[in-house]
């Protein structure tokens, strides 16, 4: 969360002479004000209406700009790129402005690590500042956040030392938060300077302007916090909060109330710890939607920032309900899982790319379960395992001493082991029963439970829960099994005994789909070649594995064509082509489209005739219960790297969404949505969001998919079980695919997990 002051000092920089005109000014005004307190959508909707009204090359320049501030806070990157170039090319007239904009695309360069154009921006940015004393600080500010550490002190005490140039005080406060932040980020050879930093933007802030005195007390709270100097921490901390609340800077307030709960907890303080952890996040839930997605090294925007600060309030809650029982015991579990349901909803959102493409029904999941139905929610915590399970209106809590580092750690050697068909998955699987199931077995039992639906957290969504094993028999072996992503996101029901019908499509070999086909994924198919899987089975639904680090194979060959125009000229090799259709064949699917068309009533789309257009046509003719679909589908770690191959095009999540979402299916919902080939990035806990990601846009009430690329052998076998099962009067969904998956275990052949095991249902289980 420390980038803002940063980011806003370029704002605070990019300030902008008002004239009282008409209503232009008032709500480019407006857009500024709700910019500074992150209330992006606000500040969309002012520079919308003050567009309308731009006459001027100016004004235009000055909504382009301020547009492009905006989406570079909100972390839309190439939206911010092209609003601020368009704002220069404004802006040629004005040096001034032209300055401004050109100085906040080097800052955006810089965020993007495109360091060299940076530095040139703000060096021309620079030559057009004038003797702006302002803008002069503003740009050399920014540039020293280029500077390698050894030299960026010496700059930023010559920074220090113009700061009283600046007459406005509340703009010299700005700056002087700029200065420490990047002071502090020196660590102990900045530590004299930051402190200096936030005390004197404290003393310039003043009682006038709460919200930089805010932000000056709570970057002194965090120096003293880091020291372990917690009483003084928490003495400003509380004075910042106090700040804060009286212009209701959520924004502000969910970092410090997270701060003032750390503090209190460090303190042994602990209903002050719960009641700050609360607060932060209500503050957080406020701002939901202005808050930015965004991934960095492979982390999104939500696990870097906010998800401590639920884990935190959840932590408390379950270490008080182990001292209580009854009432207050339930009460603080059902408290401590919403908590956690708000972890997966931002988790989902991120995937999906936006705030708003998650909704949640607050009881949702509980109100279906039936009392031979149990619901399992593993909470990973630093130093511990929390397991919930209940059934009905009871809730147990059940305590595992293992970290969560080392729970990850095990969790990714089992997912490795099950998805190569190694013989060391046996051993670890076991382990993982001892922590995830055995402590409830006997409640489990005591209940006569039939139906497990686990809610995975983080690195357990890598794991099918059908290959836990307990010595002596996998988990599917005594239970029917689903996941599902959260409590809140499905609404189960069961599958209407209206006569089931079923559009079946299918591709076996592709046809044009491999002109669309992302570079990215081209790449890793030239130096890819089929595996084979663990019996010597054709491999042959396995895709290379785009987000995870190359193979020296695939390395060597990727080096080869480095660049766009290589891969298409690779593309228009006629040998390169003929491999990539033979790499992308699927030949089971012809067999297990037609065990199907066979066994369920069914309309039928197969290679030529399952085009884009003519699937979006066949799927609105009649209302279908199922949609299956048998070619390949690609999750990755968000839906713009995750799609579907049709005959002739590929069909990304979005898509599939708009024509599931059309109003043929408002009434009568898709029950079930099948990806027989599909296949999620290995090791990205994220990828596995993917099948319930597209379930939830499209308001499928289910989904089928597979954890890792299946033989076509088991694939074979296994889809018609299903549907065969899934025909009988009562039999749910998640029972039909436990007859299914144990018929495949029942074969010697075929009974290694890996080929059973990767089939899971999310969603409905019912």
Not at 250 to 261: A, C, F, I, M, T
Not at 401 to 422: D, T, V
Not at 437 to 446: F, G, K, R, T, V
Request: aromatic letters at 6%; a negative charge; glycine letters at 6%.
């Amino acid at each position: 969360m420390g980038y803002r002051p940063l980011i806003l000092g370029l704002l605070f920089m990019s300030r902008i002479a008002f004239a009282a005109e008409d209503n232009f000014d008032s709500f480019l005004s407006e857009g500024k004000t709700h910019l500074e307190q992150s209330q992006y959508y606000l500040t969309l909707d002012d520079l919308q209406s003050a567009q309308k009204l731009a006459v001027t090359p100016k004004q235009q320049a000055q909504v382009q700009g301020m547009f492009g501030l905006a989406h570079y806070q909100m972390r839309h990157y190439e939206q911010a790129d092209i609003f601020l170039r368009q704002a220069i090319n404004l802006a040629v007239g004005d040096t001034q402005d032209r300055a401004r904009w050109i100085a906040t695309l080097a800052s955006l360069q810089g965020n993007r690590g495109k360091t060299e154009d940076a530095r040139r921006l703000y060096a021309e940015a620079s030559k057009l500042s004038g003797n702006d004393q302002k803008m002069i600080i503003g740009i050399r500010l920014s540039q020293a956040s280029l500077l390698p550490p050894e030299q960026r002190l010496a700059e930023l005490l010559q920074i220090r030392d113009m700061l009283g140039n600046i007459n406005d005080l509340a703009e010299r406060a700005r700056y002087f938060i700029n200065l420490g932040a990047q002071a502090k980020q020196l660590n102990a050879a900045g530590l004299k300077l930051a402190y200096d930093s936030f005390e004197q933007a404290r003393k310039n802030a003043g009682e006038q302007q709460p919200r930089l005195l805010a932000e000056s007390l709570g970057a002194l709270a965090q120096l003293y916090e880091d020291q372990k100097r917690d009483d003084e921490a928490q003495r400003l901390n509380w004075q910042a909060i106090q700040s804060a609340r009286s212009i209701e800077a959520h924004d502000l307030l969910l970092e410090l109330e997270w701060r003032q709960g750390r503090l209190s907890r460090n303190l042994q303080q602990i209903p002050e710890a719960l009641a700050a952890y609360q607060h932060a996040v209500e503050h957080i839930e406020v701002i939901r939607h202005d808050i930015p997605v965004e991934y960095h090294n492979g982390r999104s925007s939500f696990r870097e920032t906010l998800e401590p600060v639920y884990l935190g309030l959840a932590d408390l809650l379950l270490t008080q309900a182990a001292r209580q029982d009854g009432e207050n015991k339930t009460s603080l579990l059902r408290r401590a899982r919403e908590t956690v349901e708000l972890i997966k909803q931002s988790e989902l959102e991120d995937f999906l790319g936006g705030r708003c493409a998650v909704h949640s029904s607050k009881s949702a999941l509980l109100e279906a379960v039936e009392p031979t139905t149990a619901i399992l929610y593993p909470i990973l915590l630093p130093d511990r395992l929390e397991l919930l399970v209940s059934s009905g209106n009871e809730i147990r809590q059940y305590t595992q001493p293992i970290s969560a580092a080392n729970l990850q750690k095990l969790a990714q050697h089992l997912a490795r082991s099950l998805r190569k068909g190694k013989d060391d998955a046996k051993p670890v699987a076991l382990q993982l029963y001892q922590w995830l199931i055995a402590p409830a077995e006997p409640w489990l039992q005591q209940h006569q439970v039939k139906t497990l639906v686990m809610v995975p957290d983080g690195v357990l969504r890598l794991i099918p829960p059908a290959a836990l094993y307990d010595g002596e028999h996998y988990l599917i072996e005594n239970y029917a099994l689903a996941v599902s992503p959260g409590l809140t996101l499905f609404e189960p029901a069961p599958l209407e005994q209206r006569g089931m019908k079923v559009l079946l499509v299918g591709m076996s070999e592709p046809g044009s789909v491999i002109d669309h086909l992302p570079r990215i994924f081209l790449k890793a198919m030239a130096g890819a070649g089929r595996g084979v899987d663990t019996d010597g089975l054709p491999h042959s639904r396995a895709l290379p594995s785009i987000n995870q680090e190359e193979s020296s194979e695939i390395a060597e060959q990727t080096r080869k064509i480095n660049g766009e125009r290589d891969v298409e000229q690779l593309m228009r090799d006629p040998v390169f082509h003929q491999k990539l259709k033979g790499q992308l064949s699927l030949p089971g699917v012809a067999q297990e489209i037609d065990s199907l068309r066979k066994l369920i009533p069914n309309s039928l789309l197969m290679n030529e005739a399952f085009s884009v257009e003519a699937f979006k046509h066949q799927a609105v003719q009649e209302p279908y219960s199922v949609v299956h679909i048998a070619s390949h589908g690609v999750f990755g770690k968000t839906a713009e790297t995750s799609f579907l191959m049709a005959y002739d095009n590929v069909i990304n999540i979005d898509d599939l969404e708009l024509l599931l979402k059309s109003e043929k299916f408002a009434k009568q919902p898709v029950e079930l949505l099948t990806l027989s080939a599909c296949q999620t990035a290995e090791g990205d806990d994220r990828a596995p969001l993917g099948l319930s990601g597209i379930a939830l846009k499209a308001k499928v009430r289910s989904a089928l998919g597979t954890l890792w690329p299946v033989s076509d052998e088991a694939a074979s076998i296994l889809m018609p079980e299903f549907y065969k099962a899934l025909s009988q009067p009562g039999v749910s969904k998640s029972q039909a695919l436990r007859q299914a998956q144990i018929v495949l275990l029942k074969q010697k052949k075929l009974e290694n997990p890996f080929y059973w095991a990767p089939f899971i249902l999310t969603g409905s289980w019912l």
